[in-house]
């Protein structure tokens, strides 16, 4: 028997938002499908070089009034990112909430504007402890 990793699907609220938020965290749109009849869009995002590792953003069209819920349920999306608290401070510097500080200099977690937790690591192994996130409190859940 063989198996073969195809993507990871969340429900968003709000499209617009949820895309620029995973912009920012570095994945690009490879791909779009959009059905008139099923009255949804779905919308396919990946880190570069990464396409077939994507997260699947489902809209749909007549609204989703379960989301955001807390979503913990989901688990979480994890991403490995070069430089831990510069990609903090570039979500910070634009309105993304860290609600789980690097303070370990390895991990972090933040949340979609879908309410979904997103797990950030560092690749290698962890930076040193730094300022602000050393001292820098958990906000809300992660």
């Known amino acids: 028997m063989s198996i073969r990793y195809l993507h990871t699907m969340?429900?968003?609220k709000?499209?617009?938002a949820s895309l620029a938020?995973?912009?920012l965290l570095g994945l690009k749109k490879t791909r779009e499908y959009k059905s008139e009849e099923g009255r949804f869009t779905l919308?396919?995002?990946a880190p570069p070089g990464q396409e077939d590792c994507p997260v699947e953003l489902t809209y749909n069209w007549d609204g989703d009034e379960g989301l955001p819920s807390d979503s913990r349920h989901f688990g979480?999306?994890?991403y490995g990112v070069d430089d831990i608290y510069a990609t903090c401070?570039?979500?910070m510097d634009n309105g993304v909430t860290i609600n789980r500080p690097?303070?370990?200099g390895r991990m972090a977690f933040v949340r979609s504007?879908?309410?979904i937790s997103v797990e950030l690591l560092q690749n290698g192994a962890a930076l040193a402890p730094a300022e602000p996130w050393a001292s820098m409190a958990n906000t809300g859940h992660w």
């Open 10 to 12: 969340v429900r968003v």
């Open 14 to 16: 709000d499209l617009d």
């Open 21 to 23: 938020f995973y912009e």
């Open 43 to 45: 919308i396919f995002m």
């Open 76 to 78: 979480h999306l994890a």
């Open 89 to 91: 401070q570039h979500l």
């Open 102 to 104: 690097p303070r370990d």
């Open 113 to 115: 504007p879908d309410n």
